[in-house]
């Protein structure tokens, strides 16, 4: 049998479009936006100017993909669509889904793969921090990344977190929640700390948090202001000249016994399918990839961190 060719392994390479391309149609549409008052098909259809059984057949299909609900003949908004799927709500993310699922961005990814030209970074790190701000496996596991790296939240001294390129800052604002004595400075640009400051709030650590909207690439970080720092998923973004000059300004800012935390996919002698993927997906968006734990631990010594240990898959830490 294993000499037969699989179809299954053809049947996936293309089943996961149908979803994406779906919720493509309904955000062009529009659908989500009607629906935030209780409506029937034909009262979507009059609204976005299209078929009463097309729009029926569509919002039928993101009932039972748990998007929408139904009671009799009216549709409505679930908690998470009414959050992030109606246009000019805070935390919309319809803007993500279309870049993500547009033609032209795998028409630049295949002119990508034939010049050698990745295109320019073009995420939306906006909505992308909006969707993240809500995650709820995310404090824990966190707060898990955290002991790993020796970090107690019970610790009763004080401590200043830097978090570079901070997000929403979910990963430290796990840790400011579990420990009153942390300080956390937030840095990124302005749109993505407006995220930043709303998690703060709804997550009631407002005092604890300091916002400092500026460029990773040139911030003056400071010498010895910092007890710990946090890099989250910014690292495989940056080329081995960007992070050695990022770590080196991490390193001045640290005090003398500092930590630096790094959370990011660390690639491996043989790729996953999704580190693979990874890969892929990061050198054709602005060049990037996923860089090795031995790569970060020649930089982070060059630099003059004194230990740097690898924690999982992808967290290490460098104490100075
Ligand atoms: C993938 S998100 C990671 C967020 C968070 N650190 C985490 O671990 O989930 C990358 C973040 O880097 C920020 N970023 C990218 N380039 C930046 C720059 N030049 N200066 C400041 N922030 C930047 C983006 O705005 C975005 O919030």
Known sequence: MNDLPNPDLIYDLFGGIFKPQFIRIALLLDVFTPLARPSTAEQVAQACRADSTGIQTLLDYFVAAQILEKHGDRYSLTLTAETFLVRGRKAYAGDMLLDYTDPKMYDSILESICTGQPRSLNENFVQDAWLESYSQTRIPNSLEM????????????????????????????????ASPNLRVTCLDSAD???????????????????????????????????????VGQITHYLTPAQNRDLLRRIHAALTDSGTLVIDCPMSKETHTESSAFLNLFLWSNGGGTAHSFESYRVWLKEVGFQSVTQLSERWLKAEK
């Open 192 to 230: 993505v700390l407006d995220v930043a400051r709303d998690l703060a709030a709804r997550m009631d650590i407002t005092s604890s948090v300091t916002l400092l909207p500026a460029d990773l690439f040139t911030a003056d970080l400071g010498d010895s202001l910092f007890d710990l720092a946090l």
């Open 146 to 177: 955290w002991k790993a790296a020796g970090v107690r939240p019970e610790d009763k001294k004080p401590l200043r977190l830097l978090d570079l390129a901070s997000g929403c800052a979910i990963k430290s604002f796990a840790l400011a929640q």
